[in-house]
């Protein structure tokens, strides 16, 4: 796609009940529900490879790869811009009125 810069991947709440606290330090908690924003995924086999950005404890950016079995992921999207990800209302864009022709 063109402009993506991620994915939003939604996880099945049994399998984040699963995951438990070591699924915690990862989730973004958005209105959505929380999920986790990826910069690349993987689908091709059992388990689903996501690779995350995010920074250290000394505010360095770093990546991180996590791997689940892809039946705990309930969806993912892809996203333009984590900004404005998100399912709500979207501006209709105007269309001038076309003049009449003779």
């Known amino acids: 796609m063109n402009g993506n ?3 939003a991947v939604f996880f099945f709440p049994q399998a984040l009940e699963a995951l438990g606290e070591a699924i915690k330090p990862y989730l973004t908690a958005h209105a959505e529900g929380p999920h986790l924003f ?3 995924i993987d689908t091709g086999g059992a388990f689903t490879e996501m690779t995350l950005v995010g920074k250290d404890a000394e505010g360095h950016e770093m990546q991180v790869e996590l791997m689940v079995p892809g039946s ?3 969806m993912i999207v892809s996203a333009q811009n984590e900004s404005l990800f998100g399912f709500g209302p979207r501006a209709a864009a105007v269309v001038p009125p076309s003049a009449p022709t003779a």
């Open 72 to 74: 705990m992921i309930r």
């Open 5 to 7: 810069t991620g994915y």
């Open 38 to 40: 990826c910069k690349e």
